[in-house]
């Protein structure tokens, strides 16, 4: 029963270019968080989506971010027009249903925008 | 504004003895607590959690003690060993919250053999 799936582990795009990550959810697990952690700092919550539904997205940037969980595939996260301060370890979550127990994290894709 | 924060961004002890990390909370309305432990590289693997209800939930050499009126908690390792040196981070979440957490920003534990 493999854990949560991210891809890809590093992730390196120009400024301007687009950053799409990916996340697969482990096995049986309907509840997708993502997080983003800063150099120094802790992790961020960004957005919770459930397969085709936004749930919460309070923590997402307003402008360039976007995120969907579709019927079939992984959550992916994009983000459009990169600049530097989007560098950072992007961090997903799946958890079996709603609340934190059972939280699963992945890896992380690490994202260098140069 | 941080709701969560774990002061000591580093605590070095010795193998055998006790590792003691600390976190203070802000908000009244989180009912539940956890610890994660990262390695570089890595995600953040659940150690240990806390219901408010509760003071203390020990596993194995993991103890946990919640302290809610001066909002506190503190993870007490004994003995530690060299393979827990990680980063530690206590992360809260908000009574009928959808499961989003508030995390500290971490503190770095290392171990000396």
């Known amino acids: 029963n493999a854990g949560v799936m991210q891809n890809p582990r590093h992730l390196v795009r120009r400024r301007g270019q687009e950053a799409r990550l990916r996340c697969s959810p482990m096995k049986g697990h309907s509840h997708v968080y993502w997080y983003r952690q800063l150099p120094e700092e802790g992790l961020k919550f960004m957005v919770y989506?459930?397969?085709?539904?936004?749930?919460?997205e309070s923590g997402m940037p307003k402008e360039r971010f976007s995120a969907e969980f579709p019927k079939e595939g992984p959550s992916i996260l994009r983000i459009q027009q990169v600049v530097r301060g989007d560098s950072a370890a992007y961090f997903c979550a799946s958890s079996p249903g709603t609340g934190v127990r059972g939280y699963t994290f992945g890896s992380g894709t690490r994202l260098t925008v140069v | 504004d941080q709701q969560v924060k774990q002061n000591s961004p580093s605590l070095s002890v010795q193998e055998g003895r006790i590792s003691i990390l600390n976190c203070d909370y802000t908000?009244?309305?989180?009912?539940?607590f956890l610890w994660y432990k990262k390695y570089p590289a890595e995600g953040p693997t659940f150690l240990i959690s806390i219901s408010s209800i509760k003071d203390k939930n020990e596993d194995g050499r993991f103890t946990v003690f919640l302290n809610k009126s001066a909002k506190h908690l503190s993870l007490h390792i004994v003995p530690s060993q060299p393979g827990d040196s990680a980063v530690y981070f206590c992360a809260a979440s908000v009574a009928g919250s959808q499961g989003n957490l508030i995390f500290g920003k971490g503190t770095k534990l290392s171990v000396k053999p």
């Open positions: 908000n009244s309305m989180f009912d539940y």
């Open positions: 989506l459930q397969k085709e539904n936004i749930i919460d």
